[in-house]
Nanobody, 121 residues
Framework: QVRLVESGGGLVQPGGSLRLSCAAS????????MAWYRQAPGKEREFVAV???????HYANSVTGRFTISRDNAENTVYLQMNSLKPEDTAVYYC???????????????WGQGTQVTVSS
């Protein structure tokens, strides 16, 4: 019913930049929060950043000042601009969205399949 598709991952050198995108599609009535999480090898999935429908944002301490989350409500898309990347940013990045479907009165969380980001020289 809802599909989230991430793109923009890849290999980048330390200090470089990447921009991730995540587009939501399906029988969507409304989307509240959209967020990014990441999971490094051997570690638990961790929060990166979130943006509300109104544009309010919150970041993990580890990415504050380097990453910027934004969204396009008309396109049901969330972005993550990542600058000054470090090797410790290497992970699979997942987007998530809190979505209300056309025929429901409740919001549910949906996840994308993830996109690999590797920071290495």
């Amino acid at each position: 019913q809802v599909r989230l598709v991430e793109s923009g991952g890849g290999l980048v050198q330390p200090g470089g930049s990447l921009r991730l995108s995540c587009a939501a599609s399906g029988t969507i009535s409304s989307i509240n929060n959209m967020a990014w999480y990441r999971q490094a090898p051997g570690k638990e999935r961790e929060f990166v950043a979130v943006v509300s429908r109104g544009g309010g944002t919150h970041y993990a301490n580890s990415v504050t000042g380097r990453f910027t989350i934004s969204r396009d409500n008309a396109e049901n898309t969330v972005y993550l601009q990542m600058n000054s990347l470090k090797p410790e940013d290497t992970a699979v990045y997942y987007c998530t969205a809190t979505v209300r479907l056309n025929n429901k009165n409740v919001f549910d969380d949906y996840w994308g399949q993830g996109t690999q980001v590797t920071v290495s020289s």
